[in-house]
């Protein structure tokens, strides 16, 4: 048993526009988020905002806790 698949969700849904005010700190944010496209694919939407500092959107996560990853240490 591994410890990612205990804790991965069953359903990940995100849409978020996110900007910090700085063309150049926007862009880094929406470059890391890039890099986990694959560990969270295309139910994961994030939109950059270069001119305001703002995070607003919906975050939808649904699975189950496991307490035997827990019970394991």
């Given at each position: 048993?591994?410890?990612?698949?205990?804790?991965?969700?069953?359903?990940?849904?995100?849409?978020?526009?996110?900007?910090t005010g700085?063309?150049?700190?926007?862009?880094?944010?929406?470059?890391?988020?890039?890099?986990?496209y694959?560990?969270?694919?295309?139910?994961?939407?994030?939109?950059?905002?270069?001119?305001?500092?703002?995070?607003?959107?919906?975050?939808?996560?649904k699975?189950k806790?496991?307490?035997?990853?827990?019970?394991q240490?």
């Amino acid at each position: 048993m591994s410890a990612g698949k205990d804790l991965k969700p069953d359903r990940v849904e995100v849409d978020l526009i996110v900007g910090t005010g700085d063309p150049a700190s926007t862009g880094e944010v929406l470059a890391v988020c890039g890099m986990l496209y694959p560990v969270f694919g295309p139910k994961v939407r994030i939109e950059g905002d270069f001119e305001r500092a703002r995070l607003e959107g919906c975050v939808f996560i649904k699975g189950k806790k496991s307490t035997k990853m827990m019970s394991q240490f």
